[in-house]
RNA sequence: GGCGUAGUGGCGAAGUUGGUUAACGCGGCAGUCUGCAAAACUGCUAUGCAUCAGUUCGAUCCUGAUCUACGCCU
């Protein structure tokens, strides 16, 4: 008995610059798919240049999901956008196309194509305002007399994940152990960037969106009433368009800060792939070995 | 030419009135990941304190010379 094959999806990944929005577009006209973003700011109604989001125009008429869903003055999630990605795929493999999951949020991407249930517990704001309160050491201590496994595993610094663990802990009685059985047979496509021309790539890029109005874009955000402080809250570039903004930077010194603080990012997305075994990765340029390498996979 | 001050890791910088592991920050590297993930967090990163010689049981810290930088004077 043949057991009743899962939907296919296919997923590309890659750091900041790499072009993988780019090579998702290609892809997609070859194989008659549809893009689903991974990205947890250009989720974000109006964070557009400075987020790198993909244009209208190069989009090159396939449709993308899962972008300006979101208002950026409150927060979004990874628990939303698993669900929200989840109803986009099944919609397009209705309509009988590919889905193409392509980001550089690790966490996003590995929630969908692992099929991660996170425990299904709302923020309870006022039990965080009381947490908030307490330091790092204090909120590990109470955790590790309910959930000692779960309180080591996060160690006793990290304020924020302690936080959530205890608001699960409220709730539940424990942080319920994960569960993840995939529910698409996926192909994971890694784009790889040499570190230098990496550096190239972000610094060209970030010049390039200079010049196309990112400073202005952050400054009709905030007139927009975004808050500076959570235009910092967003991180890298808005953080210090906000800053610069605000005169604390020079343009010169914004630039220089923003080199290295996107390239420190895109080590961190790689870090994140890295763990992840079953990506099979590519220089942007093979585009051939791309394609008969999805063509298999389809078949 | 004379006098003065300084010389610690890739960078900024603390420090010892001579004695096990040379603080810390940045950067770099490696890693963690159950609802903020462009976030939060962890670990590693100077056999050596300008060079050489001396004093001493022992010197990065004391002495001398040399080199370098800056300042002042002639």
């Known amino acids: 008995m043949k ?4 939907p296919k999806i296919i997923a590309i990944v890659g750091q900041t610059s790499s072009g993988k929005s780019g090579l998702a577009v290609k892809l997609a006209k070859k194989i008659d798919g549809e893009v689903i973003s991974a990205d947890s ?3 974000y109604k109006g964070l557009n240049i400075g987020s790198g989001k993909i244009t209208k125009k190069e989009m090159l008429g396939v449709p993308h999901h899962l972008l300006d869903i979101a208002n950026p003055k409150e927060r979004f999630t990874v628990s939303m956008f698993k669900e929200l990605a989840d109803k986009a795929i099944g919609e397009i493999l209705a309509r009988g196309k590919v889905p193409i999951i392509c980001g550089g949020t690790g966490f996003y991407v590995e929630a969908v194509v692992k099929n991660v249930l996170l425990p299904d517990v709302p923020v309870n ?18 955790l590790k007399k ?4 779960r309180a080591l595993e996060i160690g006793k610094q990290n304020g924020i994940r302690l936080i959530r663990a205890l608001e699960i802990v409220k709730a539940l009685g424990q ?19 040499e570190k230098d021309l990496l550096k190239e790539k972000i610094h060209a890029r970030l010049l390039a969106r200079i010049k196309d109005g990112m ?11 975004l808050s500076w402080k959570r235009m910092e809250e967003l991180g890298l570039e808005y ?10 930077l020079t343009k010169e010194e914004m630039i220089e800060e923003l080199n290295r603080e996107i390239y420190q ?11 992840d075994k079953n990506i099979q990765w590519f220089e942007i340029s093979e585009i051939e070995k791309i394609n008969s390498t999805v063509k298999k996979f389809l078949a």
């Not at 942080?175 to 790889?192: A, C, D, F, R």
């Open 265 to 275: 990012y895109a080590r961190r997305q790689a870090q994140w792939f890295r763990r």
């Open 175 to 193: 942080v319920p152990p994960l569960s993840h059985k995939p529910i698409y047979e996926t192909l994971s496509i890694g784009i790889e960037t």
């Open 239 to 248: 953080r210090a368009l906000a800053r610069h903004l605000r005169e604390e």
């Open 41 to 43: 700011r250009q989720v």
């Open 215 to 225: 400073i202005a874009e952050a400054k009709k955000l905030h007139e927009k009433g």
């Open 125 to 142: 704001k006022k039990l965080r305002k009381e947490l908030s309160k307490k330091t790092a050491g204090q909120l590990f201590e109470i």
């Open 3 to 6: 057991k009743p094959s899962k």
């Open 146 to 149: 309910i959930d000692p496994k």
